[in-house]
């Protein structure tokens, strides 16, 4: 019994190092946050920072934030899942298939401080299609687009569409030819086969990736702050200018019930997307 | 039957060429936006002075401090996040299936929390923690390394667990305990040549992610390359521009050579020909 203890005793110390550096760096972090949502700034427990919530500003920037999340995931969700789609009745191994992986993979990444740029110069003030439009059809593209929530749901979209497209393929996969012949040969059309087939079985799936793409823009903050330096129109904004301007307005804490507040609706969402991935797995995939 | 399936597979390649021209336009047009914006000369026309003046790494030295700082602490952090992700993670993930299976859960539930925190709060939390850092270690940018080390840990998690996956560690791992190796000889020998793929992957990733953060290095006063990149934004344009456009060009063939190796893997590593327990991802 003795060499037992020590053996698990020796065996843990393998995971130490690891432990230890994550309870720091993760763990430390974390508690910080969810202790510093419920203490005033002389560390006496308090509820005012979550009341605190119910400002006006913040429930505006939580609703805009919801709602730009909401539209580009379902954005994202519809033509990545065409895209998705698209790929997979191409041939397997082939070109088609390869590249668009290889690059969603790549763009899904895509954001921050390149992301800004990139759309400044497509369709900023003096951005080539802004000038190209206006020059050859007349039309203008209001010059504030990029600095409010439309130009950020249109910059948003652009790595919401990788995204679904990598983490819908796998669903697709494990849709068989066969139940589209089985769906045929029992005198089944194009859209029964969606309506009570595939749709049904895919239903899982398209759920969960798009709550993985709302929760992917709801977190999303480097893109945002390049574009918009002026205000704080969404959450992560906010929690930016509550920690920038901590010393002057004594508001960390605050920014810190903000911080646990975003914790809390992407990991409910994440749940909801773990549920639905084991669902999908059951069928396809 | 066959008919219905001639006609399907027609619509079908329509349809896919029609989805693909139009979503690819959109993916492409914000990168034309950039290579336009950077070769446009002063007083109209196309000149590639800007692309001359990013490739003299030696005058943007001198001519662009904020740019060369932040490209020095990036080269840095890639280096240091990927070693000591590695470091972390490798033997841990291997020590948990050998020796203590019943953690195996527990350091994956770890492994994957930090996706969901998102960075902003996470630098929120990280200050404090930082405080400490700069009052141990210095102020250096470098030590940025610990927190994008939790940053990629999902991400590096993923890969490496699809490369242990696939090989039988236990039984490798056991097979040299008997033949007298230490673990430090299963480690470097026996189990790191055999993941040698998902250790690249787990790189790559931990590269890409690392050369494209921008929120903890602002937000803690750090440099690094995005952040010398925003900085330069406000001064000069242009060069801001293509920088980032060439940051973006060696994540982008990064991630795609990682891609395409991926794609080639293949199982003639497998000792024992033991089915694996998981499908690589």
Redesign the interface.
Known sequence: MPLTSRV?GG??L??A??LA??T???A??????VV?AFVDTGGRPTLANVAGLRQGYILDALLSTLELSLTTAVIGAV?GA??A???V??APDGM?R?S????C???A???????A???L???GS????TLYLFDHTGLAVPGDLLYGLRGLGLVYV?FQ??LMVIVFLPALDGVRVQWR?AT??LGGS?WQYWRHVAGPLLMPASLGSTLLLF?NA?????TA??LVSQGSPIL?LV??AT??SEVVLGQANL??AI??A??VV??VV?TGYAWLQRRTSRWVG | ?AG?QRA?VRR??T??WV??AV?GT??A??????L??TTRAPGGGRTAAVWRTVADLGGLRTTYPELWAGLKASGALVVLTVLIMLV??V??MT??RL??PG?RRT?EF?CL?????????????????YAWVTYLLGGSSAWLC??Y??LV?PYCYRALDAGLSAIDVRTLGEAARSLGAGWGTVMVRVILPNVRTAVLSASFLAV??VL????IA??LHRDNL?VG??QL?QRD?QV??AV??A??AL??VL??V???AG?RRTRTLTPLATPPTQEPA
């Open positions: 698990r065996a843990l393998g995971v190092p690891f550096f994550t720091i760096f993760l430390v972090p974390t508690l910080v946050v510093g033509v065409l895209l789609y698209a790929v009745t191409a088609l390869r668009v992986s290889a690059v993979g790549v763009l990444q895509f954001g921050g401080v390149t992301l740029f990139a759309f110069a497509t369709v003096q951005g080539f299609v652009y569409i990788p012949e045929e040969s194009t929760a709801f977190a999303a903050y480097a702050a390049a992560p929690v930016r920690f920038t920014g810190k911080a646990l975003m914790v992407v990991a994440m | 039957m219905l399907r079908q390649a349809f896919r989805v693909v979503v959109f993916f047009l914000p990168l034309l936006g950039m336009e914006f972390l993670l033997p841990t020590w948990v020796r203590v953690l350091i770890i929390l930090p996706l969901t925190i998102p960075a902003i709060v996470l630098v929120v939390g990280l200050a404090p923690v610990f927190a080390v939790v840990l890409a992610l494209g953060e921008f929120t602002s937000l995005q990149i925003n934004g344009a801001a521009v980032s456009f940051a973006l994540a982008f991630l795609l990682l891609s395409f794609g």
